[in-house]
């Protein structure tokens, strides 16, 4: 009998709910509608004969079920038995053998049982029998089903296709069975309960951490986003340092004022606004208008402060407040104040609005005297409330106040000095003048006066050319004053003594220039002192020429020709002398006598002041110690020094340039003064203006006061377009020294001066 297993499932296209009843009718039809031939056969019905075993197609109760139907085709032939219906229905029958589920085993079966199996994890009773589907290739697998009489379980037979190989005797080639997949044990609750709390607890921790980060790390950002739009920023002004004069009197200094501002986005009507200021703050009224318009800071937010005025008086501040002007305030302020006026403004210079040095000191020490300023950064409410939030954003940056500086400058004896050059220039019509007065041991500049000056507090109204300090700026052949080197390099080098005298002639040619002297010695010999006391151009282009290029170059710079001082001032000129190899035939006659060389009255000032303080060149400088904010006083470093001259060298020049003041007819007798033994010499040259010669004359005299024990030494300069400057240098001086002798009580030495023989036999 054929294994139920063996026997083709039906046709997938026909209903799997059939009658039992059909099974048994075609089994009684007889023999005539179904062959048992064993081979396919077809008749005009269409049924098809049982084939393979040969046996005839059960009947009566042995068909009774439903799964005996199965087997067969609705016509009742089997798939097995026709090829044809065998190749059509293939597709469609594996199709449904791979779908199909496992057959119920009666009517009486458990209809909740496919439930059960789904919520039990898609296992089985161990009634049950497990199909499994043969995974096939072009041809179809028969699924292995039970005998209903309870022998052993079918194998599956496999279905080659057209085509396929088979192994020898005819049977398909099997290929091993691939155990389908188990589906996903989702029913077991303690895997659900294990998955979901670990879910819920990698959601706990994410939001865990991003609050963590919220809170902590982005809680500077989060909250500073809000606050920058309500923050307010107020400088507070670092006090500048003030300038005193060697006695502590002030030369310039900051002192409490006001600023008026303007916060464009609350003035209502600028034009009313500014009309109503401009008498107060003496600015013009479109210039405030101007002031007042809106407009967008760099990084795009509107501006709600822009200054008006700077440095206004804190009556005339309180005036503008109580006008009341909406988007008008004012805040503390400072303001250079400049006791003296034009005191010593040539020197000191001034200050911006803001309180940056423009000019003079004030510039040259900026950085020191300026500060640090400091800031205070607030919160304020919006709309109404705009005042300070109590409570809120607080953060203060004290301002650190600028140094002080205490310079070498006497105010007594700069405004008498001052006082003095412009009485004597405005006596010629002098356009520029400049008096010097060193402290010749020390270095220290006690006076240094320009001519014309300004007032340093109302700088604006003048000319820049009248700004300049002039015995820094003020570039000039020195003249006759230059002879002075040529005599001290002659006696150090031993070209000449204090005893020289030679036959002078009245003139001499140098290249192509003849140079003449103002008095005529007619051949006769002329002593060394006579020289410098009747300024003999012959008499020192001689010693010149003995002395040598190479050696008058090297005592012009060791006296700081050439280059500038460093006394403090910015802007210093250096001068010019010229070097050996750049003489020309005339040079010879020219350079000894103070012409094609370019000096400033300071350096002019400082060399005499090595002659006067025994051949040592002391750095003339005007600061004398530093002040810090906390009151601690700081010198400044030493001053530069240099030995020139031997001792007594200098102290043999200073005897000689007695000459021009004591003997009969000399150039500085002018500059004699009573009881003091002056010693100096005059000098005639020209303004150098880029490089050329200005018209006019500069005349120049400088001097020591006592030349046995010198201790200060004045030097004079003016410029007179139209001559007569004679008439202001030594005049000037003598005037100038007799103050500074009276000022500093210094006390005559006693001693006559020396008796010059100036044409010895």
């Not at 750095?619 to 001259?645: F, M, N, S, W």
């Amino acid at each position: 009998m054929t294994s139920r297993s063996d026997e083709p499932r039906r046709d997938a296209s026909v209903s799997r709910r059939g009658s039992s009843r059909a099974g048994r009718d075609s089994g009684d039809r007889g023999s005539g509608q179904t062959g048992r031939s064993g081979t396919a056969g077809r008749s005009g019905s269409g049924h098809s004969g049982r084939s393979g075993s040969g046996q005839p197609p059960r009947s009566g109760s042995g068909l009774g079920s439903i799964s005996d139907a199965r087997a067969y085709t609705p016509r009742g032939r089997t798939v097995r038995d026709d090829p044809d219906l065998r190749r059509t229905a293939g597709g469609a029958a594996d199709a449904a053998a791979r779908s199909r589920r496992t057959p119920r085993t009666g009517r009486s079966a458990d209809p909740f049982r496919p439930a059960l199996q789904v919520l039990d994890g898609g296992r089985s009773g161990g009634a049950r029998t497990a199909r499994r589907a043969v995974p096939t290739g072009a041809g179809r697998t028969i699924t292995p089903r039970p005998l209903r009489d309870g022998g052993d379980v079918a194998k599956p037979v496999r279905r080659p296709a057209d085509g396929a190989p088979a192994r020898s005797g005819g049977s398909p080639v099997r290929r091993p069975a691939r155990r389908p997949r188990r589906p996903p044990r989702l029913a077991d609750a303690h895997r659900r309960l294990r998955l979901g709390t670990l879910i819920a607890l990698a959601m706990f921790t994410t939001i865990g951490i991003r609050l963590v980060a919220v809170q902590v790390v982005d809680a500077p950002e989060y909250a500073g986003g809000g606050v920058a739009d309500r923050l307010r920023t107020v400088v507070l002004p670092a006090p500048r340092g003030a300038i005193y004069d060697r006695s502590g009197a002030a030369l310039a200094q900051s002192v409490e004022a006001r600023y008026v501002y303007a916060d464009p986005e609350k003035v209502e009507d600028p034009a009313t606004t500014a009309a109503a200021l401009s008498p107060l703050l003496g600015i013009p009224a479109s210039t405030l208008t101007d002031e007042m318009r809106k407009r967008k800071r760099p990084d795009g937010r509107p501006s709600q402060f822009e200054y008006l005025a700077r440095g206004v008086e804190i009556n005339t501040a309180e005036k503008i407040m109580d006008l009341n002007l909406a988007g008008i305030g004012t805040g503390r302020d400072e303001r250079r104040e400049v006791p003296g006026g034009d005191l010593a403004a040539n020197l000191i210079g001034f200050t911006s609005q803001d309180l940056v040095g423009l000019e003079g000191i004030e510039a040259r020490y900026d950085e020191l005297l300026r500060g640090v300023n400091g800031e205070r950064e607030y919160e304020v409410g919006n709309g109404a409330l705009a005042a300070e939030i109590p409570g809120g954003h607080s953060r203060v940056v004290e301002a650190r106040p600028g140094s002080s500086l205490q310079l070498t400058i006497d105010r007594d004896l700069q405004y008498m000095v001052q006082r003095i050059l412009a009485k004597r220039m405005e006596q010629v019509n002098g356009t520029i003048g400049a008096a010097v007065v060193l402290d010749v041991r020390s270095g220290e500049v006690l006076a240094q006066a320009s001519y014309p000056t300004y007032d340093a507090a109302d700088w604006g109204r003048y000319d820049p050319s009248d700004r300049n300090d002039t015995a820094t700026s003020f570039v000039v052949d020195p003249g006759s004053i230059h002879k002075a080197i040529v005599f001290g390099a002659g006696l150090e080098e031993g070209v000449i003594t204090p005893e020289t005298a030679w036959p002078t002639p009245y003139s001499i040619r140098k290249g192509d220039q003849i140079f003449r002297d103002t008095h005529n010695a007619q051949g006769r010999k002329l002593s060394v002192a006579g020289m410098l006391g009747f300024s003999s151009n012959v008499g020192t282009i001689r010693i010149a020429d003995r002395l040598g290029t190479e050696k008058l170059h090297e005592y012009q710079l060791r006296f700081g020709l050439g280059r500038p001082t460093g006394e403090g001032v910015p802007g210093e000129a250096s001068g010019r002398v010229l070097k050996p190899g750049e003489y020309s035939g005339s040079s010879y006659g020219s350079v000894p006598i103070g012409h094609s060389v370019d000096v400033t009255p300071l350096q002019m000032a400082a060399v005499y002041a090595a002659i006067a303080n025994d051949g040592t060149w002391v750095q003339p400088h005007l600061v004398r110690e530093i002040i810090g904010p906390d009151g601690k006083r700081k010198p400044v470093p030493a001053p530069q020094t240099r030995q020139v001259l031997r001792p007594e060298t200098a102290a043999a020049l200073r005897t000689l340039l007695e000459a021009p003041v004591t003997i009969e007819g000399g150039t500085a007798s002018q500059a004699a003064i009573k009881g003091y033994r002056i010693a100096g010499k005059t000098g005639t040259g020209s303004r150098v203006v880029d490089g050329r010669y200005a018209p006019g004359e500069v005349a120049s005299f400088i001097g020591m006061d006592q030349a046995d024990d010198p201790r200060y030494v004045v030097a004079v300069f003016a410029y007179t377009p139209s001559g007569g400057g004679g008439d202001v240098s030594a005049p000037a001086f003598k005037e100038m020294m007799e103050y500074v002798l009276r000022h500093y009580r210094v006390p005559a030495t006693g001693a006559a001066p020396p008796k010059f023989v100036v044409y010895p036999r």
